[in-house]
């Protein structure tokens, strides 16, 4: 028989040797990636490790000029211009997130992972219990760009003939490759050039032809640089639906599309009265408003036919003005299937009582009464009769 003090011995040893079979050492995923980035722009390096326990992770900086004296980097260095956001789940995710770059910035970012115990004890080699990777990350000055100012559409006024936009490279520390345009961040087709002198011509500008313009340059050792000019304009609501019908019960959808920039703020409202509205919101738990940039959508469920039906009015305001649209909702019964029948039945009673009413109100003299006397019908022994006495008279 084993004692007390031996079966003890036997389950912390279990124990040991389970946690040993299922710890593992930590090691990298995904690390981060070497950049070359522009003076004001933003860069973010992600650290995917794994290991168990679920490792700890550390990022440091050293200047590119001296690698092997690196600094300790903390959520909210450099004047809040550093983001550090841990996420654990199976593995560990750290993103190191710098923007607004200067030149200082620029130099050896290291991503430190570790889920030995012994990682804290100051009296270890760092070397032995971290494990490491890096990414370089370089910093060139931006390129000066001259940009003509942002164009403002006015709703009311006369149609403007054309808008010139135009930009300018005068600096770079790189050789220029081309130029081209983008709008609202796409490309611009058949826009591209040589010249660091551009222009992007709107003939005849409408809302539509609103946004964001950017004339971008590419550079053959070095990351492209661009240039934003707005075009401003009022909301135009370009479609809507003019009505909702629906029955009683179910859901409706209603919704509204825009032109215009900067992108509106969308407010939706109801009708109550001739000059009076309510304001729709999202907290009634039965009205829910779903808005992207140049889009609304309203949806109403378990539709009630007493208080939902009437006008609906669709905002859109921007710093240029506002424009709206109405939608009438309709909300029917459930018997409604039933109208077009019951219509009929009625119909056919109203025919069957005009029928009833008809034959009671004939004139009596088309009714034949039973209680007048009949008039005696001549037999043939009548007859018989009267020529028997004419026979008679003759032979006297």
Not at 208 to 219: A, K, N, Q, R
């Amino acid at each position: 028989m084993l004692s007390v003090t031996g079966i003890l011995v036997i389950v912390i040893l279990g124990n040991v040797m389970l946690q040993y079979a299922s710890s593992q050492n930590a090691g990298f995923v995904k690390s981060p990636m070497s950049e070359t980035k522009l003076t004001g722009d933003a860069f973010e390096l992600y650290c995917d490790v794994v290991g168990n326990p679920v490792p700890e992770i550390q990022w440091w900086y050293a200047d590119i000029n001296r690698a092997d004296s690196f600094k300790q980097l903390w959520d909210g260095a450099r004047k809040r211009r550093v983001s550090i956001n841990m996420a654990s789940g199976a593995n560990g995710v750290s993103v190191l997130a710098v923007s607004r770059l200067t030149l200082e910035d620029a130099g050896v970012y290291e991503c430190r992972a570790s889920n030995d115990p012994r990682r804290n004890d100051l009296r270890q080699n760092p070397a032995i219990t971290w494990i490491r990777t890096q990414a370089t990350i370089s910093v060139l000055q931006k390129p000066r760009i001259n940009a003509s100012d942002q164009e403002i559409l006015q709703p009311k006024a006369p149609q403007q003939m054309s808008i010139i936009l135009q930009c300018n490279l005068t600096n770079s520390h790189s050789t220029h490759q081309d130029t081209f345009w983008m709008k609202n961040g796409r490309e611009i087709l058949n826009t591209r050039t040589e010249h660091k002198n551009t222009e992007f011509k709107l003939s005849k500008p409408r809302a539509e032809d609103s946004g964001e313009y950017m004339c971008v340059y590419t550079f053959k050792s070095a990351p492209n640089a661009n240039a934003s000019i707005e075009v401003k304009a009022s909301p135009e609501i370009t479609s809507h639906k003019r009505s909702e019908n629906r029955k009683e019960g179910e859901s409706a959808m209603m919704y509204c599309k825009s032109v215009g920039y900067p992108h509106p703020v969308w407010t939706w409202r109801k009708k109550v009265g001739r000059m009076s509205y309510i304001d729709i919101d999202n907290s009634t738990g039965r009205f829910f408003i779903t808005n992207k940039e140049n889009y609304t959508e309203l949806n109403i469920s378990s539709l009630d036919i007493s208080t939902d039906p009437g006008e609906y009015v669709c905002n859109a305001s921007n710093i240029i003005g506002s424009k709206e649209s109405i939608t009438i909702l309709r909300v029917r019964s459930h018997l409604a299937p039933l109208w077009p029948f019951l219509g009929v039945l009625a119909e056919i009673i109203i025919l069957v009582v005009i029928i009833v009413v008809y034959e009671k109100r004939k004139r009596p003299d088309e009714i034949t009464d039973d209680d007048e006397p009949v008039a005696p019908i001549k037999t043939n022994s009548t007859n018989n009769h009267k020529e028997k006495n004419v026979r008679q008279r003759n032979a006297n």
